[in-house]
C-alpha cells in the first residue's frame, strides 16, 4: 500500500516557503535553541539532585545528545523538507508511524517557547515590584517561583510578542536570532571565565554530603529531570528548517553536529563554574538543601554575592534575551512542523497557508494558542521540564529508526553526509532515547502519555472530518511494532526504580537492562517491517521536488 501525495501544483500556488538560510543562520538556529533558559538554571537544578557529580551527568548527556543529533544530520542532508523531524518516519513506515511521530515533534516544538517566558519571567522576580507581582516563590512544591495572574498576563503578552516577530520573512528572523546567539553565546563564556578564574573554590567538590550523594540514579536522574537533557536540546532546529535553506544537502549535517558541540561544551564549563564559585556558606549540610537552591536567578545572584555586580546586571539583561531567542526559534519550528504535518496529510490544509513573506502564519497562531494553555497546568520552569524532555528523546527516536530503514532499503541513495558505523550507531541512538524516557521518571512519562492520546484524537478528527484532502495511507503492517512500544516503554518506566512502586520489579540497572533489551528488539521488529524501497523513494523524492527553491526564491 502505497501513501497518496498531492499533484505538484503550478507554481502560482505552490507553498510560499523560501529557501534563503545560509550556513551561520542554520548553525545559530540550533545554537540560539540549546542556549536557552537552560544555562540558567540547568545548573543549580542539576546539582541539587546529583551534587558535584552533576558534571558526570552533564558528560553522559552531552554524549546521548550527540549520539541522537547524528542521525539526524544524515538524515536532514538526504531529505532537506521543511519539519524534517516530523517527516523522516513517515518516509520509512508510512502514516501510522508518521502520524505519531510528527506529533510528538509538534508537542516538543509547541512546549518549549512557554518555558522560555516562564524562564524570562522568573529572573524578574529578582526585582522587589516583581516578587509579589508577577510570581509567588514560596509554593506546597518548595521554592519555585509560580505565575501569579499578573505574571500569566505578562507571560501571555510576552508569547504574543515572540508570536508577532516569527511573521517577518525567514531571512530577517534568521538575522535577528543570529545577532541574538551572538550574544547568548558569548554572554556565557564570560560568565564561565569570572566565576570559574577568581572564585575558584576546589574543595566545593567533596563539600556537604560529598561528591555523588545519590549515587548512580542521582547522577541519571539529573540527566532528566535536573534540566540537561532539556538545556542541550535544539539541534534538530536545522532539519526543521531544511525546506527553507539555500545549500542544504551541505549546510544542514555540518550545523546539526556544529550546535550540538558548541552546545555541549558551553554547558560542562557553566556547570562546573557554578560549583566552584559558591561560597561555602549557599552549600549547607546536604546540596539538596543549601541556601543556592532558594535562587531563582542562579547565576546572577551567585556573581553578585562574588562582588560581581556588572556581571549580574548582564546576566538579568540576557535572562530576558536567551530565552527570548530560543522561544523565538521554537515558534519558527513549530509552525514548520505543522506545515509538514499538512503536507504530509495529518492535520487540516489550513496549515499550509502562508503569508506574502513566505511564513506558515496558522501553525504560529496554533503555536501561540497551546503554549498559552501551558502556563495553567505547568506555571512553573521546572514542572514542564520533563515533560518537553520526554517529548523531545520520543521524537528522537523516530530519526534512528528512519536511518536504519534508508541505510537497509535505500544504500544508494545520495548522503552528503553518512554516518560512519550507522549499522550500530542507529540502534545504540534508540537505545539512547528510551532511557532517557526511562529517567525521566513515570510521574512525568504518564503526562506524555495523556498528551500522545490527544494527539490521536486529533489526527482521527482530521481524517473523519475531511479536513485535508491529502489522505495517506495508515501504512498499518509497517506500523505494528509501535503500540507494542509505546505501551512497553510506559511498563517498564511504572516498574522500574523511576516509577511510582515501592518495590520495582526493574531495580536500578535491571530497568537500564530491560530497556536496552526491549529497545533493540522494537528496532530490529520496525526495520523488519517498514515500507519497501520503491515505497520510500517515491514518496520521499516527491516531497523533496516539491520543495526544491522557485525561480527568484534563492
Known sequence: MTTVQKPVPPQSSRPGLKREIGFIGLLWASTGSII?????????????????????????????????????????????????????PHYAFGGAVGAS??????????????????????????????????????????PQPTLTGSGLAVAILLMA??????????????????????WKVG??????????????????????????PDGVKGILSAVSTGGIIFALLGFEQADQLAGESKTPKRDIPRAVIGSTVIGIIIYLLVQFAFLVALPSSQIG??????????????????????????????????????PAGTAL?????????????????????????????????????????????????????????????????LMYAGAPLALGVFRRKLPNEERPYRLPGATFMSPLAFVIANL????????????????????????????????????PAMDWKAAQWLPVYLVGMGLIVYLSDFGPLARPWFPLYWDILATAVFSVVIYFWAIHVSLDAEQIHKMASAVVLEEEPQPGMA
Open 101 to 142: 511521530f510528527g506529533w510528538f515533534s509538534w508537542v516538543q516544538a509547541a512546549t518549549v517557547a512557554p518555558i522560555e517566558v516562564q524562564a524570562i519571567i522568573n529572573y524578574a522576580g529578582h526585582y522587589a515590584f516583581a516578587t509579589s507581582w508577577l510570581v509567588i516563590k514560596q509554593t506546597s512544591a518548595g
Open 285 to 322: 549540610t546536604t546540596w539538596k538543601d543549601g541556601l543556592y537552591t532558594t535562587m531563582t536567578g542562579p547565576f546572577a545572584q551567585l556573581a553578585t554575592l562574588v562582588g560581581f555586580g556588572w556581571l549580574a546586571s548582564i546576566l538579568y539583561i540576557d535572562a530576558l534575551i536567551s
Open 187 to 212: 554572554v556565557p563564556l564570560l560568565t564561565i571565565f569570572m566565576l570559574a578564574v577568581f572564585n575558584f573554590h576546589p574543595g566545593n567538590f567533596t563539600a556537604a554530603n560529598g561528591f555523588a
Open 36 to 88: 536557552g533558559s537552560g544555562w540558567l538554571f540547568g545548573a543549580k537544578d542539576a546539582l541539587q539532585i546529583a551534587g558535584p557529580a552533576a558534571i558526570i551527568s552533564w558528560v553522559i548527556g552531552g554524549i546521548c545528545i550527540l549520539i541522537l543529533a547524528l542521525p539526524h544530520a544524515e538524515l536532514g542532508g538526504m531529505y532537506p523538507v521543511s519539519g524534517g523531524t516530523a517527516r523522516f
Open 329 to 393: 526559534i521554537y515558534f519558527t519550528a513549530s509552525s514548520r512542523v505543522s506545515y509538514g504535518l499538512s503536507r504530509n496529510g495529518y492535520v487540516p490544509v489550513v496549515f499550509e497557508k502562508t503569508n506574502k513573506a513566505g511564513v506558515p502564519w496558522v501553525g504560529l497562531i496554533a503555536a501561540f494558542i497551546i503554549g498559552c494553555i501551558c502556563f495553567l497546568p505547568f506555571p512553573t520552569w521546572q514542572s514542564i521540564v520533563g515533560l518537553i524532555t520526554s517529548a523531545s528523546v
Open 436 to 471: 532517557l524516557i526511562l529517567w525521566t521518571g513515570w510521574n512525568t512519562d504518564w503526562k506524555l502519555g495523556i498528551a500522545i492520546l490527544i494527539g490521536y484524537v486529533v489526527l482521527i478528527v482530521n481524517r473523519v472530518f475531511n479536513l485535508n484532502p491529502t489522505k
Open 161 to 182: 510578542a515572540v508570536t508577532a516577530i516569527n511573521f517577518l520573512s525567514i531571512k530577517k528572523l534568521a538575522t535577528v536570532n543570529s545577532a541574538a546567539t551572538w
